[in-house]
């Protein structure tokens, strides 16, 4: 079945202590992105990546790193996370890498509370 | 005012009745797309309508785009409880090299009563 996977799906952890959010896909997409959504504000672009080892920043880039070092995987790095970065957090692939032109398949989502 | 940006941001209608959403927009774009979200669940995408497109349908949907008016509307006929969800447009902009970002708006909840 084509997937995203993210894990864990829950996670509650205390400011300072670096956490990873694995995403998978099994598609072969070339395009993979992480998106936060909070209250009022919609969805908003963390980074992205158009391929291997080829990241970017989104919108709200500050408090997160990624790495993209095979196809499938795109894992979100939180250093030292901090109150604010409380949210639900989607990974999305897509086709093409000229751009994110086509239908983005979301995963399930994971709810991030940082105390 | 953000691109891609849903009116009304709530909707409540009666199950067997039809429901209306617009999206407007400030820039080019290369395609509109429109997606559905249940509570705290993943996205899942509904429809895509290029720009050189004015309007799709997808069993109980029709979605229409104006580029002149720089908007679009999503219609769900004879809506039922399951289609109970919030709806995003995003806007994917006129390609012109490089990576365009598709920006998605704050969405319409929409409520069908059994």
């Known amino acids: 079945e084509a997937q995203v996977t993210q894990n864990p799906r829950y996670l509650i952890t205390v400011t300072g202590k670096k956490l990873t959010v694995t995403c998978s896909q099994n598609m072969n997409h070339e395009y993979m992105s992480w998106y936060r959504q909070d209250p009022g504000l919609g969805l908003r672009q963390i980074y992205y990546?158009?391929?291997?080892?080829?990241?970017d920043k989104g919108d709200v880039p500050e408090g997160y790193k990624v790495s993209r070092k095979e196809k499938r995987n795109f894992p979100l790095i939180l250093e030292s996370p901090s109150p604010n970065q409380t949210s639900l957090y989607f990974c999305?692939?897509?086709?093409?890498?000229?751009?994110?032109?086509?239908?983005?398949?979301f995963g399930p989502g994971t709810r991030l509370t940082v105390l | 005012s953000q691109q891609g940006e849903e009116d009304p941001q709530a909707l409540s209608i009666q199950e067997g009745e039809n429901a209306t959403m617009n999206c407007s927009y400030k820039?080019?774009?290369?395609?509109l797309q429109w997606y559905r979200q249940n509570s705290g669940r993943g996205l899942v995408h509904l429809i895509l309508i290029r720009s050189n497109e004015r309007e799709k349908h997808s069993g109980r949907l029709r979605v229409t785009l104006d580029t002149s008016k720089k908007s679009s509307s999503l219609l769900i006929t004879a809506s039922r409880a399951a289609d109970t969800a919030s709806y995003f447009c995003?806007?994917?902009?006129?390609?012109?090299?490089?990576?365009?970002?598709?920006?998605f708006g704050i969405g319409t909840k929409l409520q069908v009563i059994p």
């Open positions: 999305a692939s897509s086709f093409q890498s000229s751009g994110a032109y086509n239908e983005q398949f």
């Open positions: 995003a806007t994917a902009p006129k390609y012109s090299g490089g990576y365009q970002k598709v920006t």
């Open positions: 990546s158009m391929n291997v080892e080829v990241t």
């Open positions: 820039t080019s774009i290369n395609n």
